[in-house]
C-alpha cells in the first residue's frame, strides 16, 4: 500500500468523523432523543414482560396448579389434590446474607427470587443483581394422585422466625416446607457459609416415593432466569453472556454465544455435574454433589433494545431412590468468573473454565503464562495501567530473541534486494517459474530463507491470540480507571454520538475509542517502518495490501472491545518499533552483505537428504546434471 492509498484511508476516517461531529444533536435533541427512548425501552419491557408470561403459562398449559384467583377449595382439591392448602397465600420474603452476596428467597415457589452481589456494581453504578423478580422460575415438575404438579407456583412454608439471617462468624440456615399432608414433604434447605458465594442447597422428600415422573429413577427439576445487563456496551457483554455445563468425567462446554440463532438447545441424555448461566463477568451455578441425570438445556437471545441480554432455561434431572424420605444435596455457586478464585477454591469442580481463556494452546499460554504474570505484578501494583504496562515490557523482552531474529532475517532481504532486481531484469515476466527458480538458487546459496523473517512473527502470535482473550475476560480491570479510560474492561470512549450513521454504527459503533485508534496508527506506522525490509514485496503485492488493510479492519473490530486489550496493543507496537530501531543501529549491513557473498562465492553443500536421493538415482541407473 503506497502513501497515497494511507492518506486516502484517513481522509475516509476524517470525513465520517467530521460529518459525526457536525451531525451532533444539540442538548434539547438529545434530551428529547433520551425521553422518548425511555419511554420506547419501558413500553419494550413490559412487553418483554408480558410475552415472558405468556410463554410461561404456554409451557404450563398441560401442567394444572393454582392461581391466585383460585381460592375455592373444592377447586384447589380438584387441581392439586394433597397439595390444595398451598394453592393460594400471599407472597412474602426472606434473606440470608453475608459480607459478599444477598440470597433473597420467596415463599412461593421457595425459589431463589434474586441475588445480589454486594462487592459490585452494574456500570451505571447500581445494584448488581444477578436475577431477580417473577420471571425467575425454579421448581420441580410430577404427578401425583392423577395431577400434574408445578412447584414453582405453590406457597412453601418458612422453618425460621426471621425474614433477615445475617452470617456474622457461622453458617445460617432458612428451610421452605411444602406439605402435603401426615408426614408427607418437599423442604428446599439453604445455608450460607460466612465469606462465600456458595449456598448449601438440598431438597429433602419425605413419602414422596409414589410421585409420577418421566424417568422413573429422576424428577425434573425446571430453573429458569434472563440475565440483565451489567456493563457498559451490550455487543461485547453478549460476546460472553451464554449458559455453560460439565458433562459428567468430561470438559466444560458452553453455547455459542457469537452464533445467529435466536434460539439454542441440547438435550443432553448423560449425567451433568453442574449448569451456569453466566455473562461476561458473573455466573450463577447449580451443582450437584453427586451428578444430575440429564440436562435439557436452552437459551435465547434477546432484542438489544430491553435490559436483558439472554433468557436461560434448564430442566434437570435430579437422581431420585424413592424412598420414604431422601436427601438431594447440591450447591449454588453466585459470584464472581475470576479465575483465581475459582481455580484456588473450585478446581475440583473446573469452575475456572467460566473464565473464558481460549483453547488448546492459547488456554495453556493464558493458565500457565498470561494470569500468573498477571497476578504476580498485582500483589505489587495496584494501578492496572501499570501492571499492563509491566506485563508488556516482560512478554516484549522474553519474546527479545525472536525480534531480533526477526529483524536480521529482513535485514538479509534487505541488501540481497539489488540482486533480486538483477535477476528480475535479465529474466521477463513471462518466464515467472524461471524467475522464482533463479531467485531460491540465490537464497540458497547465501544461506538465507525467505520466510526466515516471517517464522518468529508467527511464533509471537499465539501470545496476541492469547491477550485477546485474556483481558475481555479479566474481571480485575472491571470499573478500573487508566488515564482517560474509566473502565479498562470496556470501550474507552473520547466522543460518541447519538445519529446513526448507515453501515458505520453498526460495524464500529457510534463513539470513537482513543486506544484503538492509537492502537492501529502505531501498527500502520511500525509496517512502514518494516516495509523497508525489502522482503520481496513485488513478488506478493497482494499480501502486502492486506498487510496494510488488516489493522484498519481491527480498528473497526475492537472499537467495542476492551480498552485494556488495545492498549496492550498499542504497548506492543511502541516497544516493538522501538527495538527495531535500536536494532537498525547496531546492525551493520554492508557487513552482512560481505558474509553472505563469501558464502555465495563457496560450493553449496548438499544436504544429507539430497545425497541420499542422488544415490538412489545412481543405483537406479539415472545420471544427474553436473550443473
Known amino acids: 500500500m503506497d502513501r497515497n492509498s494511507i492518506l486516502g484511508i484517513i481522509i475516509i476516517a476524517g470525513i465520517l468523523i467530521v460529518w459525526g461531529i457536525t451531525n451532533k444533536p444539540d442538548e434539547n435533541q438529545l434530551e428529547e432523543a433520551k425521553r422518548k427512548r425511555d419511554s420506547l425501552e419501558l413500553v419494550q419491557q413490559q412487553q418483554l414482560e408480558q410475552e415472558l408470561a405468556s410463554q410461561s403459562q404456554q409451557r404450563q398449559a398441560d401442567t394444572i396448579t393454582a392461581t391466585e384467583d383460585v381460592t375455592n377449595p373444592e377447586q384447589l382439591k380438584n387441581q392439586l389434590g394433597e397439595f390444595a392448602h398451598a394453592g393460594a397465600g400471599e407472597e412474602d420474603f426472606y434473606t440470608l446474607e453475608n459480607d459478599l452476596l444477598k440470597l433473597i428467597i420467596s415463599t412461593k415457589g421457595g425459589r431463589p427470587y434474586s441475588v445480589e452481589l454486594k462487592k459490585y456494581k452494574t456500570y451505571d453504578s447500581l445494584p448488581l443483581i444477578l436475577f431477580s423478580g417473577d420471571s425467575v422460575k425454579f421448581g420441580l415438575n410430577f404427578y401425583l394422585q392423577n395431577k400434574t404438579i408445578s412447584t414453582n407456583n405453590l406457597f412453601y412454608t418458612p422453618q425460621v ?7 456474622e462468624t457461622e453458617a445460617r440456615s432458612i428451610a421452605m416446607r411444602l406439605n402435603a399432608g401426615e408426614g408427607q414433604y418437599i423442604e428446599y434447605q439453604y445455608t450460607l457459609e460466612p465469606n462465600s458465594y456458595m449456598v448449601n442447597f438440598n431438597i429433602v422428600m419425605a413419602g414422596m416415593d409414589q410421585i409420577g415422573t418421566r424417568n422413573p429413577h429422576a424428577i425434573d427439576l425446571e430453573w429458569e432466569i434472563f440475565a440483565p445487563q451489567q456493563e457498559k456496551g451490550t455487543k461485547n457483554e453478549n460476546y460472553y453472556t451464554t449458559l455453560y455445563y460439565k458433562p459428567y468425567q468430561e470438559d466444560v462446554d458452553f453455547f455459542n454465544a457469537r452464533s ?7 438435550d443432553i441424555t448423560t ?9 461476561q463477568f ?3 451455578v447449580l451443582i450437584a454433589n453427586n451428578t444430575f441425570s440429564n440436562a435439557l438445556l436452552q437459551y435465547t437471545n434477546l432484542p438489544n433494545s430491553t435490559k436483558y441480554l439472554k433468557n436461560f432455561r434448564a430442566e434437570i434431572g435430579l437422581p431420585i431412590s424413592r424412598s420414604m424420605k431422601e436427601e438431594i444435596p447440591m450447591r449454588f455457586y453466585f459470584g464472581p468468573n475470576k479465575y483465581s478464585l475459582l481455580k484456588k477454591k473450585y478446581s475440583d469442580l473446573q469452575l475456572h473454565d467460566l473464565v473464558t481463556v481460549g483453547r488448546s494452546i492459547i488456554k495453556w499460554i493464558n493458565q500457565f503464562v498470561i494470569i500468573k504474570l498477571f497476578d504476580f505484578l498485582n500483589k505489587y501494583f495496584h494501578n492496572y495501567g501499570i501492571i499492563i504496562l509491566l506485563m508488556t515490557i516482560i512478554i516484549k523482552i522474553a519474546l527479545f530473541p525472536l525480534t531480533y531474529k526477526s529483524f536480521l532475517s529482513q535485514a538479509k532481504m534487505r541488501v540481497l534486494k539489488p540482486q533480486i532486481d538483477e535477476i528480475n531484469s535479465k529474466i521477463p515476466k513471462e518466464k515467472a517459474m524461471e524467475r522464482q527458480q533463479a531467485t531460491m538458487a540465490l537464497y540458497k546459496k547465501v544461506g538465507v530463507s525467505p520466510m526466515g523473517g516471517c517464522l518468529p512473527m508467527l511464533l509471537q502470535m499465539p501470545i496476541l491470540f492469547a491477550m485477546f482473550r485474556f483481558f475481555p ?4 480491570l472491571r470499573q478500573q480507571s487508566f488515564l482517560w479510560a474509566t473502565d479498562l474492561s470496556t470501550y474507552d470512549s473520547i466522543f460518541e454520538w447519538q445519529r446513526n450513521i448507515p453501515i458505520l454504527s453498526n460495524i464500529y459503533g457510534n463513539h470513537i475509542s482513543l486506544f484503538t485508534i492509537l492502537m492501529t496508527v502505531s501498527t500502520l506506522l511500525t509496517m512502514k517502518f518494516n516495509d523497508q525490509s525489502g522482503m520481496s514485496n513485488q513478488q506478493m503485492p497482494g499480501m502486502k495490501n492486506m498487510m496494510y488493510i488488516m489493522p484498519v479492519m481491527f480498528m473497526f473490530i475492537l472499537n467495542n472491545f476492551s480498552a485494556g486489550l488495545t492498549y496492550y496493543y498499542f504497548l506492543a507496537n511502541i516497544i516493538t518499533f522501538g527495538q527495531n530501531m535500536l536494532f537498525k543501529q547496531f546492525i551493520d549491513e554492508d557487513e552482512i552483505l560481505k558474509k553472505m557473498n563469501s558464502k555465495k562465492a563457496k560450493p553449496v553443500k548438499k544436504s544429507k537428504f539430497q545425497a541420499r536421493l542422488e544415490e538412489m538415482s545412481k543405483q537406479r541407473g539415472y545420471k544427474p546434471s553436473k550443473r
Request: no cysteine; charged share 40%; proline share 0%.
Open 161 to 167: 422466625e426471621k425474614k433477615v439471617t445475617r452470617v
Open 260 to 266: 445467529n440463532k435466536e434460539i439454542q438447545r441440547e
Open 271 to 279: 449425567q451433568v455435574e453442574w449448569v451456569a448461566f453466566k455473562d
Open 282 to 284: 458473573f455466573s450463577s
Open 473 to 476: 475476560s479479566s474481571i480485575e
